[in-house]
């Protein structure tokens, strides 16, 4: 196979590969045995007919598409390895084919945008606020609470209900009286005060009991999810079925054995605090990383080219795609139950996309500039840190990433970045 390279104008590159005829010979044998299958040729059984006697009856062409959708991807790919990281493709390449004549191989162009030149600014010695490690006053009594309410025992009564209660009710929703899809529920749960449904409707829920029949009135948000309802006016006709009041548990030692495996309520406050401490000091961290990071991207202002943008968006999508279809909802469901259309979730997107490479790409250029490299030994206390986390042995990580050359390169390039931020972070100067 033979390369030829040039770099244009607008950041972009040009690659000329001439692909052996043998080789585009093997592509064409691959897409003979894959058309043979479909077509009938008289005197022979469907499928055996030989491909001189094909290509006499249907024209050489027949095969030509095929072989090159199967030849190109590999060519490019074998290209983009000889000609080393100078040229590396972040994006669709644009293939155009320069000739396919019988004999003489295949020649094609693929032309990209490269990756963008990061000029990093100062990312040593940046300046940044220090961030408090110590957890928040009152956190321990807020946990205490919580758990207090969680573990509270519900004892039913007649009413009236206050906040807190949980009410069970019949409601029906109605907009110009007319009732609106989604709007009717039966012998539904709701605890007042937890802002489960649309402001304003639970508030006029206090003080009832049993049996009232309550008329209450609530405006949907602008940004509402229906966006048939945003913004109107409602009436939901609301039967208290049920009401149950929550007996909290007194804050003592008793109540420490019942949550947790401590035997005195001191003790249980002293492993929330210490808990909670390692908590503020982790998201303090976080947040420090989180403010060298973006402020080294502030310095550099890399510009991205569209296409690269434009690739980020659609995985972005597909990723999104994958993660409702696991819940139930196909991509075309959730655009009827929301009114967007796919461009507009796709343009959602752009932002965070964006961010994303931006940050990626001042990262790598960081670690390229400290000479970061991810060796084995890096690889080995990674797989130990995963085993750690997930609680499976470190060999049993080590083969599953290890047979997939895709999961390791991710692996070392994510241990890159976080090398990279940890430069940004020690060289950091802390006001």
């Known amino acids: ?112 945008d490269l990756k963008p030149e990061i000029k990093l600014g100062p990312y040593k010695g940046m300046e940044l606020e220090k961030i408090s490690e110590a957890a928040e006053e009152g956190a321990v009594e807020k946990q205490l609470k919580a758990m207090q309410e969680r573990f509270a025992r519900l004892e039913k009564t ?4 206050v906040v807190g209660d949980v009410c069970t009710i019949d409601f029906l929703g109605k907009v110009d009286d007319i009732p609106f899809e989604g709007g009717a529920g039966q012998n539904h749960p709701l605890e007042l005060g937890s802002g489960s449904f649309i402001p304003g409707f639970e508030e006029q829920l206090v003080g009832a009991k049993v049996g009232d029949e309550v008329a209450v009135n609530v405006t949907f948000p602008e940004d509402y999810r229906a966006t048939e309802l945003a913004g109107k006016a409602a009436v939901f006709d609301v039967t208290v079925k049920e009401i149950q009041h929550k007996i909290l548990s007194e804050m003592d030692d008793e109540f420490a054995k019942d949550v947790s495996e401590f035997e005195t309520l001191e003790e249980l406050k002293k492993d929330l605090e210490e808990k909670l401490n390692k908590e503020a000091k982790e998201k303090a961290q976080a947040d420090l990383e989180n403010k060298a990071v973006e402020k080294a991207v502030e310095e550099a202002n890399p510009e991205l080219p569209e296409s690269m943008l434009a690739m980020r968006q659609d995985q972005l999508l597909e990723n999104f795609a994958r993660q409702i279809r696991r819940q139930g909802i196909e991509l075309e469901q959730y655009m009827e139950l929301t009114g967007m259309k796919l461009e507009d979730i796709r343009e959602n997107f752009k932002e965070r996309a964006q961010k994303e490479l931006q940050t990626e790409l001042v990262l790598e250029a960081v670690a390229k500039a400290e000479g970061v490299v991810i060796g084995d030994e890096d690889l080995e206390d990674e797989y130990k840190r995963l085993a750690d986390q997930t609680g499976r042995p470190a060999e049993e990580i080590k083969e599953i990433y290890g047979g997939n050359k895709t999961m390791v390169e991710s692996l070392k390039f994510n241990l890159m970045m976080n090398k990279a931020i940890k430069v940004l972070t020690d060289n950091a100067k802390i006001k």
Do not use: W
Not at 19 to 47: H, L, N, W, Y
Not at 158 to 161: L, T, V
């Open 158 to 161: 007649e009413g009236p209900a």
């Open 1 to 112: 196979m033979k390369v030829n390279a040039e770099k244009l104008e607008g950041n972009k590159a040009k690659l000329t590969i001439e692909v052996a005829p043998e080789t585009f010979e093997k592509s064409m044998d691959k897409a003979f045995r894959q058309v043979v299958k479909k077509i009938s040729i008289p005197g022979f059984r469907k499928g055996k007919a030989p491909r001189h006697v094909v290509e006499r009856m249907y024209g050489r062409e027949i095969l030509l598409e095929d072989a090159i959708n199967d030849a190109v991807p590999e060519a490019f790919s074998q290209a983009l390895d000889e000609i080393g990281s100078e040229y590396e493709c972040i994006v669709y390449p644009k293939y155009e084919i320069v000739s396919s004549e019988k004999g003489q191989g295949l020649v094609f162009t693929a032309t990209y």
